[in-house]
């Protein structure tokens, strides 16, 4: 056993960061937001974290803080012109943005390494704060999932126009969305550079936007639990299928494929809605055989 | 209490006047009806009402509040209500939840409490919820409330649609077609129940197709034909004028 977590902690480490880089994914996805820059604010995180760990005697948990904040910070940037958007039109720009970040950390060599990378950062983000840190982040969302927050967005996910006739400001909840997005997204990306010692700005390209896209439609987009899913079967799965594991990219678009067709929503939102629905229809039929045989509903 | 008021309101799409000079009344505690022919530009007044779209002329005021030009989920936030023509509801999740949403106006906790869970949401959380089983109730839903909303009738999804409407506790409810759909019992049971909540003092706005359905419940009915308002009265008034027996009820 031990032997089997040593052999595969580093593994087990990259689904942590990568799970909470989907729940950054998720966050806005959760909102109704069609936001595709988790890996900007990634980006962002990762080179701030690392620049506070390695340049300042602040420490990794004040640098991790720091590089949430700035995460915040671009996500509220970004809302401004972006929370009055809809739909296709936000992934665009976002993407933009993805491009942009990853432009800029390669021409700001004097801060950011450019091409060659920001190295030598030392590995503080272990397994344990790994574990610790995606707990968290899984607590708080499902908290926001069940408060007034989480039924704004799904007002704002399944309709605009119904969110606004109920009250609900739209662009306040994409505002906010945006803001928690870059929050989750840098302390992903952070966490990433305290865990492999070094980060590249093609680190945080479209590859990384692709994964953890991937994680959230595969694992599902309302629950939490979801993007945990999601982010460990594709990494997981060509590991298991030793002989596939060059083709990983190939593997994720035709699983990608099977999961859009077969399971819409997303592994664990479609087994929950169609447990939720068999639930409900043994308990409507029990109800019509009491009522059929006379004996009066509780 | 105010009424909700329409001044000689207009809407133009291009060359189009869905809606020309239009002027009518919502008074708090009545059943008010519009009714009109397809494309007379009904559901344009609700729009407008809501903020949807807003008026190329004219002023729709609540009270001495002037609506016109005002954000749609600021006119909700006044207590301005309204149900949809097509359904829309949260398939996936329960009745119950989609029934909750409706309750947002209410909500007073901050964006912080809500985001680190604070007691104070879960007080918010649980009255929400019994004010969506009264309603529940009150619709004889009850044993509807956990079942995912995608699953239900067409005809339940629609009174889904108005109890959310009503988890609003609005003052003023805008409903567009809302027994398009339903068989004569059920709208009637419905019919009678939008009638005890406006004898609670609710503003009804009525948009209807079914004229039996208006002439029986409606105080008030405005109608209208190509977006003018071609007769109002009561339902003996209108059904006996003779420009909306051309215009609607034909021959």
């Not at chain 1, 990494?235 to 399971?263: M, T």
Request: glycine share 10%.
């Amino acid at each position: 056993m031990v032997e089997f977590v040593l052999t595969y902690r580093p593994l087990f480490d990259l689904i942590c960061v990568y799970t909470i880089l989907a729940f950054s994914q998720y966050a806005a996805l959760r909102a109704g937001l069609f936001s595709l820059a988790t890996p900007g604010f990634a980006s962002i995180g990762g080179y701030a974290g690392a620049i506070v760990l390695k340049e300042t005697h602040l420490g990794p948990i004040l640098g991790a803080l720091a590089a949430a904040l700035c995460g915040v910070a671009a996500g509220l940037f970004l809302s401004l012109p972006l929370a009055r958007l809809r739909g296709a039109f936000q992934s665009i720009a976002t993407i933009g943005f993805v491009q942009i970040m990853v432009s800029l950390t390669l021409y700001a060599q004097p801060i950011t390494g450019g091409a060659l990378g920001f190295n030598a950062i030392p590995k503080v983000a272990t397994t344990g704060p790994l574990v610790l840190v995606v707990i968290a982040i899984a607590a708080l969302l499902a908290v926001i999932n069940r408060s007034g927050i989480g039924r704004a967005f799904d007002a704002i996910r399944q309709d605009y126009t119904v969110a606004r006739s109920l009250g609900i400001s739209v662009s306040r909840y994409f505002r906010y969305a945006f803001a928690l997005s870059g929050a989750i997204g840098a302390l992903g990306g952070c966490l990433l550079a305290y865990n492999t010692y070094s980060i590249q700005p093609d680190v945080f390209g479209f590859p990384m936007l692709v994964s953890v896209i991937a994680a959230v439609i595969l694992g599902g987009r309302s629950m939490v639990a979801g993007p945990i899913v999601g982010t460990v079967f594709l990494i997981v799965l060509p590991e298991l299928i030793r002989p596939l594991a060059d083709e990983r990219l190939l593997l994720q678009g035709l699983l990608l494929i099977v999961v859009i067709i077969y399971l819409p929503q997303g592994i664990v939102d479609s087994l929950v809605h169609r447990w939720k629905l068999r639930r409900a229809s043994t308990v409507a039929r029990a109800e019509q055989g009491e009522r059929a045989h006379g004996v009066p509903l509780p | 209490m105010a009424s909700l008021c329409l001044e000689s309101v207009s809407k133009r799409f291009g060359g189009i006047e869905a809606v020309a000079g239009l002027s009518l009344a919502v008074e708090p505690g009545r059943f008010t009806g519009l009714i009109g022919p397809n494309g007379a530009g009904k559901t344009t007044v609700v729009n407008l009402i809501s903020g949807l779209m807003t008026p190329s002329g004219g002023r729709i005021r609540l009270g001495e509040r002037d609506l016109t030009g005002e954000a749609p989920h600021q006119i909700a936030r006044l207590g301005v209500s309204r149900t949809f023509q097509t359904v829309r509801l949260l398939r996936e999740a329960s009745v119950l939840d989609n029934i909750v949403v409706g309750s947002h106006r209410h909500e007073r906790s901050s964006l912080f409490a809500n985001s680190i869970g604070l007691p104070v949401i879960w007080r918010e959380r649980r009255s929400f919820r019994d004010s969506a089983r009264a309603l529940l109730a009150r619709f004889e839903l009850t044993e509807l409330a956990e079942v995912p909303a995608g699953g239900l009738s067409y005809g339940h999804q629609r009174l889904v649609e108005i109890m959310r409407a009503l988890a609003m506790k609005p003052d003023f409810l805008l409903l567009d077609e809302p027994v398009a759909g339903m068989n004569e019992v059920e709208a009637r049971r419905l019919g009678v129940l939008l009638r005890s909540l406006v004898k609670e003092g609710i503003g009804m706005l009525l948009i209807e197709h079914n004229m039996r359905f208006v002439m029986e419940f409606c105080e008030t009915i405005y109608v209208v034909d190509s977006g003018r308002l071609i007769a109002e009265g009561s339902a003996d008034a209108v059904s006996r004028d003779a420009t909306v027996i051309r215009a609607y009820l034909g021959g």
